[in-house]
């Protein structure tokens, strides 16, 4: 077993093994580094992510995948032959996105439809 392996071992939440796509981006003072990487496993309050570049401990990050983003910040980053896995504690969550982009869609277009001129009564 390597480090990482055994740094697993001890967390004690349960780890689910996953094998996700996902986009990653940096925020805060190195906003816009961004790039594709997989999910290798999540636990409740945190997730192991395979990334191709470095990015430091204690920056912050959004993550992308399927129907989920996340929010969270690096607290552990390992080279990995040519990628970098990144250990996230996750602050923020939210999922379901396809369902909110449907809705934010809806209601925008109620709202426009409203907005629009009605034609005028005829007076008979």
């Known amino acids: 077993m390597n480090r990482l392996e055994n740094r697993n071992e001890r967390h004690s939440e349960l780890r689910l093994k996953a094998d996700a796509p996902a986009k990653v981006e940096i925020l805060g003072e190195h906003r816009g580094l961004a790039g594709e990487g997989r999910i290798l496993d999540v636990s409740g309050r945190g997730m192991l992510v395979s990334v191709p570049f ?71």
Request: aromatic share 2%.
């Open 54 to 124: 470095p990015i430091a401990c204690g920056s912050p990050v959004r993550i992308e995948s399927e129907d989920t983003l996340l929010l969270g910040e690096v607290c552990r980053a390992e080279a990995n032959g040519s990628e970098w896995r990144i250990a996230v504690k996750v602050r923020h969550s939210l999922s379901g996105m396809a369902e909110l982009v449907r809705l934010n869609r809806v209601l925008l277009g109620e709202a426009a439809e409203s907005r629009e001129p009605q034609p005028a009564g005829r007076a008979g």
